[in-house]
């Protein structure tokens, strides 16, 4: 018995030396339990929508207020003209817009009825659909306010419209967001295990030697999964298209050229992954562990970014999927071009950039 304690007891001076077998143990559960508790919500909070306000009178202005109040809107633009409505959904700044029909407060005391018509933005299905019942909602305990102060049967009807979506698929969100985890994880773990496993099949000494510079190498590593990768897009994209009916409203040319970006990019993070692991186990684990979670929770596919805690949303920033779904969604459903997505675009060539360079250098070190 106590050569048994002695073996246990020596098992767990192992686990505690280990400071990756405590990261493991202690690290990922906390790190999980935060990351589900703070970013797992079907709630929306502070959703920017516009107003586009026909009538300008004092019922109207009292409605809007209500809205401002509410903690789930933040009002932001004014609308002027019906026809800026698809622009500024292009843009992606803004999820909705809460249009009032010309004499409102006129039709509600001569017809004792006005119609609000709540116009969303419905490439992320479930969040235009919540937006369009807590709009509703707020809306309805105004009108049951303003019942009882003054004892008038008037009724406020809520319309809604939804844009790019009308149908509400889930489909048209689902497409995008597998594509982009499909390809962030695959691409990712299968570059970070090729320098890895360099290593321990004992072949890396041959390559130290070798007179290939380091970024022929890092080069020579990645090219072939790109064009796997690329082969792995197009299907998705052909099996969207033709089973799922997901749209193609862009330029197809834009949209490969921007999925080989996003490709490049998750590649070149693998690779990265690869130059700081010692085995392949470890470089399966990190990328894993420590891409899977980021970019299923933190990406916006399945969760609305916006009704996350604000470090959340900082931590969103860094995550290349997150990006590429804003995109690939853009392309695809609002049929935009360039021109709305240069910003998401320059994000991630600087990271591809930084993922390379940072490769590159881990290199060199090892190396010298």
């Known amino acids: 018995m106590k050569r048994f304690i002695g073996f246990i007891r020596k098992e767990f001076y192992?686990?505690?030396?280990?400071?990756?077998?405590?990261?493991?143990?202690?690290?990922?559960?906390?790190?999980?339990?935060?990351?589900?508790?703070?970013?797992?919500?079907?709630?929306?909070?502070?959703?920017?929508?516009?107003?586009?306000?026909?009538?300008?009178?004092?019922?109207?202005?009292?409605?809007?207020?209500?809205?401002?109040?509410?903690?789930y809107f933040s009002i932001e633009n004014q609308i002027d003209n019906e026809k800026d409505i698809a622009s500024e959904f292009?843009?992606?700044?803004?999820?909705?817009?809460?249009?009032?029909?010309?004499?409102?407060?006129?039709?509600?005391?001569?017809?004792?009825?006005?119609?609000?018509?709540?116009v969303t933005d419905a490439t992320e299905p479930?969040?235009?659909?919540?937006?369009?019942?807590?709009?509703?909602?707020?809306?309805?305990?105004?009108?049951?306010?303003?019942?009882?102060?003054?004892n008038n049967q008037v009724n406020i009807?809520?319309?809604?419209?939804?844009?790019?979506?009308?149908?509400?698929?889930?489909?048209f969100n689902f497409?995008?967001?597998?594509?982009?985890?499909?390809?962030?994880?695959?691409?990712a773990m299968m570059t970070s295990i090729s320098i890895t496993r360099e290593k321990e099949l004992g072949t890396m000494e041959i390559l130290l030697v070798s007179p290939i510079q380091p970024f022929q190498v890092i080069i020579g590593k990645v090219f072939p999964y790109i064009f796997l990768s690329i082969i792995n897009a197009i299907v998705i994209l052909l099996l969207g298209f033709f089973v799922f009916k997901m749209p193609i409203n862009g330029s197809l040319f834009l949209l490969l050229s921007e999925s080989i970006l996003f490709i490049i990019?998750?590649?070149?993070?693998?690779?990265?992954?690869?130059?700081?692991?010692?085995?392949?186990?470890t470089a399966m684990m990190l990328s894993l562990m420590g891409l899977m979670l980021p970019v299923i929770i933190l990406s916006g596919f399945i969760f609305p970014i916006n009704s996350m805690p604000l470090p959340m949303q900082i931590i969103s920033n860094i995550i290349p999927a997150k990006w590429f779904i804003i995109i690939i969604k853009a392309i695809m459903l609002k049929g935009v071009g360039i021109e709305y997505i240069w910003k998401e675009t320059l994000i991630?060539?600087?990271?591809?950039?930084?993922?390379?360079?940072?490769?590159?250098k881990k290199y060199k070190i090892r190396l010298e």
């Open 14 to 71: 192992h686990i505690f030396r280990d400071k990756r077998s405590l990261f493991i143990l202690f690290g990922m559960p906390i790190a999980q339990i935060l990351l589900f508790g703070f970013a797992i919500t079907n709630e929306i909070k502070n959703v920017t929508i516009a107003v586009l306000d026909h009538s300008k009178d004092l019922e109207t202005k009292s409605i809007i207020n209500k809205i401002k109040a509410s903690p």
């Open 90 to 118: 292009k843009k992606g700044k803004i999820k909705a817009v809460l249009l009032f029909e010309p004499h409102f407060s006129k039709n509600l005391e001569t017809k004792k009825v006005a119609v609000v018509q709540v």
């Open 126 to 150: 479930n969040v235009a659909n919540t937006i369009a019942n807590y709009t509703a909602a707020v809306i309805q305990n105004y009108q049951a306010q303003k019942k009882q102060s003054k």
């Open 157 to 171: 009807e809520v319309q809604t419209r939804m844009f790019y979506n009308p149908e509400l698929k889930s489909v």
């Open 175 to 187: 497409v995008p967001g597998v594509m982009t985890v499909i390809l962030m994880l695959v691409s």
């Open 265 to 281: 990019s998750a590649l070149s993070l693998g690779i990265l992954i690869s130059t700081i692991s010692n085995s392949q186990q």
């Open 348 to 360: 991630l060539i600087g990271m591809t950039v930084f993922f390379i360079a940072l490769s590159i």
